[in-house]
């Protein structure tokens, strides 16, 4: 661990009539210092996740308000940021994702601010940032976030079983890469062809700006060594015929995320801020249909002005608190055990947050703070 520390502000879900738990999210936005990254007519990205279609687990929009009416009393100018999925599913296109997020309550009307897909109706609109790190010398960023002249992250903590854990830095790491992005952090191949899935529309080919397909006899095929990764392919197909191969290694795919952290901060040095909600804490992410039982009690809300300070909060409030039976946790109940890898015991959840220390984006050690 770093020598250095950085603030994580905490509030608990007590709340009587003197305060509401609303308010209390409120105070924390200000106690945080989050007014201090927000500036007169700045267009402010509220990162969220309006959750799959069956999840139930996903930050509720009265919550988002009362970060948008504070970021709006600074005198700037929030909207809900949002982009579209790799995966298949109401989600991999801008229609889709508006319609599920207006039935899970993500209207102006309910959370104070428009809701814009930032990479555009298929995931395509981006901007591509130069970092050089190991793994991604470039990262493509969604146009309106890239755009956008701050962003405040607004992440539910839950257990993740492909990175251990989601919070601060996936929720902008992956939440904010267009598809393309999306796809450089989750596998190290390119597209495939489900021969049986796929009606030779020829959609696929005629999107492909690299020559990558043709049109065989009984499906397309893709040329691997001309593919340049782009996914437009998978956003055109109307068959789900165009796949990916999710083989990135657990600590491939973290120290990804992790870079796409960085491009998304560069340029925003202190114009980002962070808060995760330690409630309903599930054993698999919001972009699964459904939200299985939580393994611990709801914790309380965090916020902070460093991501990585606030991840590894978030997962010590976790491994401290006893575990649910008869959920996905199995065994390691007791305050103290790692809950993450008794439910993903082969997931090292420390590399993203041992990597973004490393890169510069924050500190593990840090003061946690009660309002």
């Known amino acids: 661990m770093s020598e250095q520390s950085t603030d994580v502000f905490f509030a608990d879900l007590r709340a009587g009539f003197k305060e509401s738990l609303l ?94 897909i930032c990479d555009g109706l298929t995931g395509q609109n981006c901007c591509e940032v130069r970092i050089d790190q190991s793994h991604c010398q470039e990262a493509f960023i969604a146009s309106d976030i890239a755009r956008a002249n701050a962003v405040v992250s607004v992440a539910h903590f839950k257990l993740h079983l492909a990175t251990g854990f989601g919070g601060a830095i996936k929720n902008v790491a992956m939440g904010c890469a267009s598809m393309t992005g999306k796809l450089a952090q989750h596998c190290n191949v390119r597209p495939f062809v489900d021969t049986k899935r796929c009606t030779l529309c020829g959609r696929c080919r005629d999107v492909c700006r690299y020559g990558a397909i043709r049109l065989e006899e009984k499906a397309a095929l893709l040329n691997e060594s001309k593919c340049a990764g782009c996914a437009e392919c998978i956003a055109s197909c109307p068959t789900e015929a165009i796949r990916v191969k999710w083989d990135a290694t657990s600590r491939d795919l973290q120290e990804r995320m992790v870079e796409y952290l960085f491009a998304v901060v560069k340029g ?104």
């Open 23 to 116: 308010k209390k999210v409120g105070r924390l936005f200000l106690q945080a210092g989050f007014s201090n990254i927000v500036m007169q007519d700045d267009l402010v990205a509220v990162k969220i996740h309006v959750g799959e279609e069956g999840c139930t687990a996903y930050v509720r929009p009265d919550f988002v308000r009362v970060i948008v009416d504070e970021i709006t009393t600074a005198g700037a100018r929030p909207f809900l940021a949002e982009t579209n999925t790799l995966y298949h599913g109401l989600r991999s296109n801008s229609i889709g994702h508006l319609k599920l997020a207006a039935l899970h309550g993500f209207t102006e009307a309910n959370a104070g601010a428009p809701l814009i």
């Open 268 to 371: 925003k040095e202190g114009k980002m801020g962070y808060l995760n909600f330690l409630t309903n804490i599930t054993p698999g992410c919001d972009c699964m249909p459904f939200s299985d039982a939580p393994i611990v009690p709801d914790i309380g809300i965090l916020a902070s002005l460093d991501p990585i300070a606030i991840d590894q909060a978030s997962i010590d409030l976790v491994n401290r608190s006893t575990g649910f039976e008869n959920t996905a946790l199995k065994e390691r109940f007791k305050s103290g055990h790692d809950k993450v890898r008794a439910v993903y015991p082969d997931i090292d959840w420390e590399v993203q947050l041992q990597y973004g220390e490393r890169l510069g984006l924050g500190h593990r050690s840090y003061r946690l703070i009660t309002i």
